[in-house]
């Protein structure tokens, strides 16, 4: 059983997030998970979480976190340096550029960015190369 059901995160936009995350979480090998057509949506890496991406239910704008970011895991420097630039080509922008982290580790390499909705995002490789 994994520790995490899923993780929701809000859009004011789905299709544009949808674009987004094809391909940012695609990079990292993430599929979207089939769904009928109108449903917010989702994506998988090997089973459970579930990311997935919704208009807020009370019909506010969708806001971000300040001090809350989501880490997906890469399995190289390259997977890391491929998220970061396909999220900036996609409409997110730099909130970390990809390289050395030595202060969480002597092997963490990260980049981290932001979604068109202000959402943070990380990929990172905890092995060398």
């Known amino acids: 059983m994994y520790p995490l059901s899923h993780i929701t995160l809000g859009t004011n936009d789905p299709a544009r997030s949808g674009r987004f995350y094809d391909e940012v979480l695609g990079v990292l090998g993430f599929e979207r998970l089939p769904k009928p057509p109108g ?4 994506y998988e890496k090997g089973g459970m979480p579930t990311i997935y991406l919704y208009a807020p239910e ?3 704008p969708a806001t971000w976190g300040n001090g809350t970011h989501v880490a997906f895991t890469a399995a190289s420097h390259e997977e890391v340096r491929a998220f970061h630039a396909a ?7 730099c909130a970390g550029a990809p390289g050395p982290r030595p202060h969480y580790g002597p092997a963490y390499y990260a980049a981290y960015v932001r979604d068109p909705d202000g959402n943070k995002l990380q990929a990172v490789c905890y092995g060398a190369g």
């Open 39 to 42: 449903k917010p949506p989702a």
């Open 58 to 60: 009370d019909g506010r």
């Open 87 to 93: 999220a900036l080509r996609l409409g997110g922008s």
